[in-house]
């Protein structure tokens, strides 16, 4: 899990070549109620309102529903989960976020 400003975000492109192109390619972030799990793409999160806890799991135990990490992302900031990484996320009531799916 990576998190920072989104002005930053090119310092990550190393991360996952998708980055580079995420614009347009979001959607709105949707309601969990568990840990998800992306085995092929990068999840990144990014909250364009208000704030989200955004928090990961261990990889080695993919039905693992114990928070390893967890961040609380402000507007203007992104999350990053790699390939294989548990996601969870909770908006706050008048949070905002996207979720964009890269390569």
């Known amino acids: 899990m990576v998190s920072d400003k989104l002005s930053s975000l090119a310092s990550y492109y ?5 980055l580079r192109d995420w614009e347009g390619a979001s959607s709105p972030c ?6 998800e799990v ?3 793409k990068s999840t990144m999160f990014i909250v364009e309102k208000g704030e989200a806890v955004m ?3 261990w990889r080695e135990e993919p039905d693992s529903s114990e928070p390893l990490a967890a961040v609380k992302a402000g507007e203007g900031m992104f ?3 790699l390939p ?3 996601y969870l996320v909770r908006k706050g009531s008048d949070a905002e976020v ?3 799916k890269v390569f």
Do not use: K, N
Not at 14 to 18: D, N, P, R, Y
């Open 14 to 18: 190393s991360l996952a070549e998708g």
């Open 30 to 35: 949707p309601e969990f109620s568990s840990f």
């Open 38 to 40: 992306d085995r092929e």
């Open 55 to 57: 928090s990961t799991s």
């Open 79 to 81: 999350v990053l989960y």
């Open 84 to 86: 294989g990484e548990p």
């Open 98 to 100: 996207s979720m964009v």
